[in-house]
């Protein structure tokens, strides 16, 4: 399967029910500030997540269409606060929120997405129960997500452990992926085995997923990823690539020197050029490549549980997807 393809038709079979739920309202500004980024449409891997989950354990998919569009406003919120925090101008080809009206409606249109997004999850059909686990899932997620974006704010220009790297990376990446996967099992009817594969499954993805972000930032091809390879080295980001560096460059001299580069925003490209093949020296891309395979083995290994379905075979097709994409 093509999870690109499953993709796109998930994200047209998305677009009715996403622009639903924001009904003409008053003051109009905000309304339009809210629906602007939803609207614009992208991957929508989140809410693909959520449907395919209820449809691989065998459960109606449009019984998780509500939960689906909720989890991309949880995630457009997200986008909205995150563009303010990091000075972004451009989201999507499109001028950022915060830019485009003003700071105090960017922040209200978040909020709005995130209080929405609650406002639709009550109204599924679902059995009692099972809206309360997936609620529970939902706001633990958001918790968490709240947790990792302050981890990241506090990790910036630090060479934090591996550990604190990925602990990073899942709250900030891989919750709301898992709890769309989970939220999706519980409205398809799983049992709690299942629906706790499936979060496991997701939880894994998302880390495999972001683990080979930062080595497309690095070893990637600028003309498709659209990044300079340079860039996520002047900002002194600490990936696992660059924890792995500094555990295993063994010339003191040699370390001294990737450090004094790591974090240099006047960096210039031969010295970033230097610093990138520090790494391949150390074996650190290899690694970072490997460790983002080896989440993803992992999360394929955690739908053995499910039977064979369409759905099964793109979350699955998702999951190789995450490894080997170009931007």
């Excluded at 003409?24 to 309304?31: A, G, K």
């Excluded at 690539?241 to 001299?253: E, G, S, W």
């Excluded at 790494?279 to 690694?287: F, K, N």
Aim: aromatic share 6%.
């Amino acid at each position: 399967m093509d999870a690109k393809e499953y993709l796109m038709k998930a994200s047209k079979e998305l677009d009715g029910p996403i622009r639903q739920y924001i009904g003409d309202e008053e003051p109009s500004d905000l309304i339009a500030a809210s629906r602007q980024y939803p609207y614009a449409g992208g991957k929508r891997m989140r809410p693909a997540m959520a449907l395919a989950a209820a449809g691989a354990v065998g459960g109606d998919r449009m019984k998780a269409m509500p939960l689906a569009v909720a989890i991309e406003y949880i995630h457009n919120f997200t986008l909205v606060h995150d563009d303010f925090m990091d000075g972004d101008e451009q989201r999507r080809g499109m001028t950022t929120i915060h830019i485009a009206y003003n700071v105090p409606t960017a922040i209200l249109a978040g909020d709005a997405l995130f209080a929405k997004a609650f406002q639709i999850i009550s109204g599924m059909d679902v059995p009692d129960s099972s809206m309360r686990n997936i609620l529970k899932y939902v706001s633990q997620a958001v918790w968490d997500l709240a947790r990792g974006q302050q981890m990241d704010i506090n990790n910036e220009r630090k060479i934090v452990s591996e550990e604190v790297y990925i602990e990073t990376i899942r709250l900030k990446t891989s919750v709301l992926f898992a709890a769309a996967a989970a939220g999706g099992a519980l409205a398809g009817g799983a049992d709690e085995r299942t629906v706790q594969a499936v979060h496991e499954y997701a939880m894994a993805l998302g880390l495999g997923f972001q683990i080979f972000d930062d080595y497309l930032g690095i070893a990637g091809d600028p003309a498709k990823t659209g990044k300079s390879v340079g860039n996520d080295i002047r900002k002194g980001k600490c990936t696992v690539m660059v924890t792995h560096a500094i555990r295993n460059i063994k010339d003191p001299k040699v370390l001294e020197e990737f450090k004094s580069i790591l974090g240099n925003a006047d960096a210039t490209d031969d010295q970033t050029a230097r610093a990138r093949s520090i790494m391949e020296d150390a074996g650190s891309i290899a690694y970072g490549r490997r460790l983002a395979k080896e989440k993803v083995d992992e999360a394929i290994s955690k739908l053995s549980i499910l039977p064979h379905s369409e759905e099964k075979d793109f979350m699955i097709a998702l999951a190789k997807y995450a490894i080997d994409r170009e931007v």
